[in-house]
């Protein structure tokens, strides 16, 4: 079966760091997406790791260990902007698919 | 570089009518996703094409929802008849990799209301 968990909901406060987890049991492997979905807007890339290790990308970062079946989303910094849905996906290398987690709806507070 | 297009962007109907959504994806991507997405949760996959073929569609209702890929560009997704719980945002995405390794691109999204 394919699994994905993320935490429903954070808050953290403007100009911390927050971590967003996601854990995956999927039917093969091909890769790890972090997606941002403002309300009422459609899902845009963040970041895909298929080795081991962090990814920096200006103030997100995206980390992923195949063997735990584990990866985090750091986002630092934080602005009023990031305020949104954050969705961990797996790309499957078996039947080829994309199978998104619930997402995590992070809240800014001033 | 033009996006997805998605149309159209809001529809309501009443249950067991038909809607029907379009999309055209990014030109050259050869792989074509419907997601299903209901309020406060993930996008669920709906099927996925290569080309004008079907790659997976394993949860697709089929009893009620049709798709079809005509000459490997643009998508149609039906609905009929509809149901109260077919209400959700309806997202249309490409991508130019066979291998869902690469970036999906996604639409604006459908937003179907079922009354």
Not at chain 1, 7 to 13: G, L, R, V, Y
Not at chain 1, 74 to 102: H, P, T
């Amino acid at each position: 079966g394919q699994n994905i968990d993320q935490p429903t909901e954070m808050t953290a406060t403007e100009g911390a760091i927050v971590q967003i987890n996601c854990t995956y049991q999927t039917s093969g492997f091909n890769g790890l997406f972090w997606y941002q979905q403002h309300a009422g807007e459609a899902p845009t890339f963040l970041s895909y790791n298929v080795l081991d290790g962090l990814e920096e990308k200006g103030r997100f970062s995206s980390f992923l260990s195949r063997s735990k079946g584990y990866s985090y989303l750091l986002l630092k910094e934080l602005q009023m902007k990031d305020s949104a849905s954050y969705l961990c996906a797996v790309g499957g290398n078996r039947d080829d698919k994309i199978i998104f987690g619930k997402g995590t709806r992070l809240h800014i507070l001033p | 570089e033009a996006g997805v297009a998605q149309s159209p962007r809001y529809k309501i109907i009443e249950k067991r009518q038909s809607v029907a959504f379009w999309c055209n994806p990014i030109s050259g991507h050869a792989t074509l996703y419907w997601y299903q997405q209901i309020l406060g949760q993930g996008p669920k996959l709906l099927i996925q094409f290569q080309n004008n073929g079907v790659v997976d569609d394993s949860q697709l209702p089929k009893d009620r929802f049709s798709a079809e890929r005509l000459k490997g560009v643009d998508s149609t997704l039906k609905i009929q008849p509809a149901k109260l719980e077919d209400s959700a945002v309806y997202l249309c995405a490409s991508s130019q990799y066979r291998r869902n390794t690469g970036e999906l691109f996604f639409g604006e999204g459908s937003r179907l209301t079922v009354l």
